[in-house]
């Protein structure tokens, strides 16, 4: 067997619900059927107990993406990545080991440790691992106005530990898996390409969500697996409709970021090998109408298992999708959505495009109105991660109105972050990471307000 054809058939294997898992690097909202809905419905039905359209992905009761006990599926086992507190440790010190997949230790790594001091980034530190595949950083500053963060880097790819803070009696100890790294992307899969639609005046919302998945920890019978990390030298290109506008991206947690070139939007970053959840990707953009028709093409770099086009449509639009089972109807809170998708078995030809047709768009298309709660949840959560990228700001404090502004932003991310944490839509394990990651920011930003006061 080939070895794409074997690729594929893993993929087949461990196909599982789109939106099976809630515990992802970015969390996904809740869309075409999976989990409750937000306050104004995004694209797509939400009533599960309905049929879907032929060909479409299964929505639950399928296996987990690490292999879910099949025995033909071999799942390499790896050591985690974890920053923590230790007693061994001494005060304001944290002390890095860098390993390989199989734990052993690497010597000469480059560490970098980042710091934010107060909402502003100090210059980093750097330093090499020794024999013992260790790197020490002394002297540090304790306390709550002070993050820190831990990472080393491989031929373009980035390899780093949750954010962390230093106690007063206690160092961190940190450990960081570093993976081989390949370019050629081998095994790496766009697990979910979901496009969601919704009109805006005379402007068509388009909101793309990507899930990249890299089995290269997983292999087939007898074959080993050899987990690695994929770095796509040139960036993974996603073809955009010609005269798109309005562009933006949803920023992430680990180093992978898209960008716009041209008619493409861009991916940069490395894709770690998918233990739990694949990588997710969200970014948007708006096409202009002018009633009557639109065709849009977007290309995918990557092999598709599970696609999914949904529209939210006014009376008289109809959706087809080339290659996909024609659109069928749904109501949601009375609103009429058109969807269609498909699951590509190994012996079935690449899906590399997505042409999307609507006919009958009425002019205008409707009235002006935010998009879905779930999908701009997507786009502006990770507040926190915005300000993380400010960049190093040196012009001094800043005015109590700025931080009161951005701890409000912090505030009401927290509050719908606890919202859909209740409704079932994130998971606990993200919940506990966001949630510890917004009190970290929300704990220097009060007391850059106290300093302020004083």
């Not at 030809?349 to 205008?364: D, E, K, N, Y």
Request: aromatic share 4%; no cysteine; net charge neutral.
């Amino acid at each position: 067997m080939r070895r794409t054809d074997r690729l594929a058939l893993v993929a087949l294997l461990l196909a599982a619900a789109p939106a099976a898992a809630q515990d992802a690097g970015v969390e996904p909202a809740p869309i075409v059927g999976h989990g409750p809905a937000p306050t104004e419905p995004a694209p797509g039905p939400v009533d599960p107990t309905q049929a879907l359209p032929p060909g479409h992905p299964s929505v639950g009761g399928g296996p987990a993406l690490n292999g879910g006990g099949d025995p033909a599926v071999r799942r390499a086992a790896l050591p985690q990545t974890f920053a923590e507190e230790s007693a061994t440790v001494p005060e304001g010190s944290v002390m890095v080991r860098v390993i390989d997949v199989r734990g052993a230790a690497i010597e000469g790594a480059p560490v970098r440790l980042g710091s934010m001091r107060e909402g502003e980034r100090d210059a980093p530190r750097e330093a090499r691992t020794n024999a013992d595949g260790v790197a020490t950083f002394g002297g540090l500053a304790r306390g709550g106005n002070v993050a820190y963060r831990v990472s080393t880097e491989l031929d373009g790819a980035k390899f780093g530990a949750l954010p962390f803070q230093l106690g007063s009696s206690a160092g961190h100890r940190v450990q960081i898996v570093r993976y081989d790294v390949e370019h050629d992307g081998r095994g790496v899969l766009l697990w979910d390409a979901r496009t969601e639609m919704r009109f805006r005046d005379d402007r068509l919302l388009v909101v793309q969500r990507l899930r990249l998945a890299n089995l290269s920890a997983l292999a087939l019978g007898e074959e080993q697996p050899n987990p690695r990390a994929y770095v796509p030298r040139e960036g993974l290109r996603f073809a955009l409709p010609a005269g798109y506008t309005a562009f933006t991206s949803q920023p992430s947690m680990n180093d992978v970021r898209v960008t716009t070139e041209g008619d493409d939007a861009v991916l940069r970053g490395s894709l770690p090998p998918t233990l739990n959840e694949p990588v997710e990707v969200v970014f948007q953009f708006q096409v202009k109408l002018s009633g009557g028709d639109v065709s849009l093409r977007l290309g995918m770099p990557l092999p598709v298992v599970n696609a999914l086009v949904a529209v939210e449509a006014p009376q008289g639009l109809s959706l087809s999708v080339d290659g996909m089972p024609a659109g069928e109807t749904r109501e949601s809170n009375g609103e009429r959505i058109l969807l269609t998708g498909v699951s590509r078995q190994p012996s079935d030809a690449p899906l590399r495009t997505v042409a999307i047709h609507l006919s009958g768009i009425p002019s205008p298309a409707g009235p002006a109105r935010p998009i879905a709660t779930g999908a701009m949840a997507l786009l502006v959560a990770g507040g926190l991660f915005t300000a993380l990228r400010r960049g190093n700001t040196t012009s001094g404090k800043r005015s109590r109105a700025d931080i009161e502004a951005e701890r409000d932003r912090v505030l009401a991310e927290g509050a719908e972050l606890a919202r859909r944490h209740e409704a079932g839509d994130v998971g606990p394990l993200t919940y506990a990471r966001r949630r510890r990651e917004l009190t970290l920011w929300l704990s220097t930003l009060l007391k850059e307000l106290d300093e302020a006061a004083a």
